[in-house]
Every structure is written in structure tokens, then in C-alpha cells.
């Protein structure tokens, strides 16, 4: 196989990038037509190449150039103009896609957006993201009930039965979970009343994660790794936030480029810490006073800095994303931003481990992402069923 270094974006014109994605067999799109001089020019790129890493970086390229070209950063509200709306809450975005809208930033994961990402699939390996449903002794927060599982023995043949708290291992936060603290509502003006009581209804449901899925392009950042070279150690089991400088830092030591719709998983490396408790350690730790954990540290700075990366979602192996409790230095959590500002889903506790070794040994940070939450109509959360295909 033919290996180099990837060209510059500069170097490449995007009918260079047409006639290669033209002529390969794994792409059916529609390209316009290439003169004889972009043909030998990519025929002497091809020269120097892999394939495989031409093509997802001429895919990146066109992704990159459309955005432009359809002024998508000129569409999206500037971070200094949040609320759209006199009265509406703090950073939010409601009635960007609608005053009735339910998908919220899942919005950003167009047909397009998802078959761009399909370019990412090189080899067909997969790297399941989640955690058994059983994984922890006891859910981090002890008002959880831990996972039941029940086998039936009919005779003739077995069933069983799962009684679970949908947050009490991997999961998505759902549009339902966490509201503005100072209000109480949610996305797009959703309130209590249309989640539990006698006007309750489906509106912001998890349902809509399952039936839209959570499909596009999946970057890890690889704080943990960052750190450990370093220096930098942090205690996971408090509530120590991590600036969002050290998080580009990351991002531009691993040469990652940010897309719109991208699904961003942080390793922080809460996960390996906890798996090196001993197990009464390990049943001892959501019991304490403060169940307190390391995470992304809540400043506004770092608000402003996921909304003009317009990630799709957000996940980590942490707890909760964000160091918790969140010190709201800004006046609020992102959890109140993200979920009830922007509708954009949190996914906690995710397993990063064995993501973060295959990425390390491949020197490549992106690669497709599927998960496909349970349709749970008017549910609050769910466990992901997440997998990265590389």
C-alpha cells in the first residue's frame, strides 16, 4: 500500500478532489466532470498516498469547502448574539430549528453530514462504546437502583426481565433530564408540566434520538493520554475542571480538524481510575456526601468554544461531562446549556479504553459513529448502544 503524509487542503483544488472521489468504487455520488490537467494532477498525488487516507482527507476537504460555500458559519448564530430571544435563558438557542423542533443540534446530522462520515470506514473493524448495563457495583448516583436482570425458565424456553435506571451505566442525557435551574425549563420552552402531571405528553422525548439515531462523524480527543505525557494529573473523584485550553491543546496535538455534526468523546480517564479501585472502594464512591467528579471545566469560554465547533453531541467517561457539581462559575452548568440551551445530547460514562488504543495505534482520531438509543417514547435517557467503526 502506498503511504505519505496527506497534502495540505491549499494544495488540492476541489476538482482534484472531484475526480478522485469520481474514481473510486466505494463512492456513488453525483461529481461533476474533471479536466485532463486535475486527472494527471491526482493521478501524481496518488503517487504518494494511501488510498484510503486520500480519500477520507479529500471527503474532509469538500465537507470543509461546502460549509464555506454554503455559508454555514454565516448561518449560525454568532456566541455574542445567544439568546436568539429577549427572555429566553442564558446561551440558549431555542427556535433555531423551529419553535416545535425536538432534535435539537441532531439537526446537524444531515443525510450529507452522515454519508461523508461513511468515508471514515477504512477497515470494518468496530469498537463497542459502551458499558455493560451492569458495570457499576452501584450507579454512581445511589438514588439509582442498580440493573435486575431476571431469567424466566418457561420449559419449552427462556425469556427474562430488565429492571433499570436508564442512567445507571453508558448513557445519552435526553432533552427531559436536566432543565434551567433558575426556571426549570427545557428545550424550546418545554416545562414540568409536559413531562410528569396531568398534561404530561411526548414532547422532547428520548423517542427521537432512537428514530433520528445518533449517526455521523465520532473524533476522540485523548485528554487522558495529553495529560499523562505532560505532567498534567488531576484526583477524577473530585470536582477538579479541566480548562478548555488543555482541550485544544489536544485537539492540535493530535492534528484534528472540527467539522459542523461532528460527536465529540473526550477520554478523560475517570473509567481506568475506577477500575482500579478495589471493589469496596468502588461501592463506597457514589455514597459519599459529595459525588463529586473531574470533568470539563464550565466556563464560558469553554461554552463559547463547543458552540462554534456546532458539535452534534458530546460524550465522555466521565460521570458528567463537566466537573460536578458544577461550580456555574458563568451562572450556569452545561448541562442546563447544552441539554435545555441547544438541545444537544450529554453522553456519560461512556468506554473509551479500548477506542482510545485502536486510535493511538492508528494514528487517525476520527472514524464513523453509530448509536442507536432505545425508543423510549417521553423517555429521560437511555443507554447508547454505541460503536465506532474504523
Known sequence: M?????????????????????????FTGKIPSSTPAAMSHCKDVSKEHSPGSLKRFLALKLRTENAELTGFTMARPAFENLPL????????????????DELGTLNLLTPDVRKQAALEIQTGDTIP?????????????????????????????????????????????????????????????????DISGETTNLRIGVHNFARSTITGRGVLLDWFAWSQQHGIHINPFAAEG??????????????????PGDILLIRIGWLSAYRALPVNEQERLPHRQVRASCGLEASEE??????????????????????????????????????????MPIGESFD???????????????????????????????????????
Open 85 to 100: 430571544q429577549k427572555g429566553h435563558p442564558q446561551f440558549s438557542a431555542w427556535g433555531l430549528w423551529g419553535k416545535d
Open 129 to 193: 462504546l459502551s458499558l455493560p448495563i451492569d458495570a457499576f457495583v452501584q450507579p454512581m448516583n445511589p438514588v439509582r437502583k442498580p440493573c435486575s436482570h431476571r431469567i424466566i425458565a418457561k420449559g419449552h424456553a427462556n425469556d427474562d426481565e430488565l429492571d433499570i435506571n436508564t442512567q445507571g451505566s453508558s448513557h445519552w442525557d435526553g432533552l427531559r433530564h436536566y432543565p434551567y435551574q433558575s426556571t426549570l425549563e427545557y428545550y424550546n420552552g418545554a416545562t414540568q408540566a
Open 352 to 390: 473509551l479504553e479500548a477506542l482510545a488504543e485502536k486510535c493511538s495505534k492508528e494514528k487517525r482520531w476520527t472514524f464513523m459513529f453509530v448509536s442507536v438509543p432505545l425508543d423510549i417514547p417521553g423517555g429521560v435517557a437511555s443507554p447508547p448502544s454505541a460503536v465506532a467503526i474504523f
Open 242 to 259: 479541566i480548562p478548555i485550553s488543555q482541550i485544544k491543546a489536544v485537539a492540535e496535538f493530535q492534528n484534528v480538524t472540527f467539522l
Open 2 to 26: 502506498m503511504t505519505g503524509t496527506v497534502p495540505r487542503s491549499a494544495d488540492l483544488h476541489p476538482r482534484d478532489a472531484h475526480f478522485w472521489l469520481r474514481h473510486d468504487t466505494a
Open 302 to 343: 469553554a461554552i463559547r468554544w463547543h458552540w462554534e465547533n456546532a458539535f452534534a453531541a458530546v460524550a465522555s467517561d466521565t460521570v458528567a461531562y463537566e466537573a460536578w457539581p458544577s461550580p456555574r462559575a458563568c451562572g450556569v452548568a452545561m448541562h442546563e446549556v447544552f441539554l435545555s440551551g441547544w438541545g
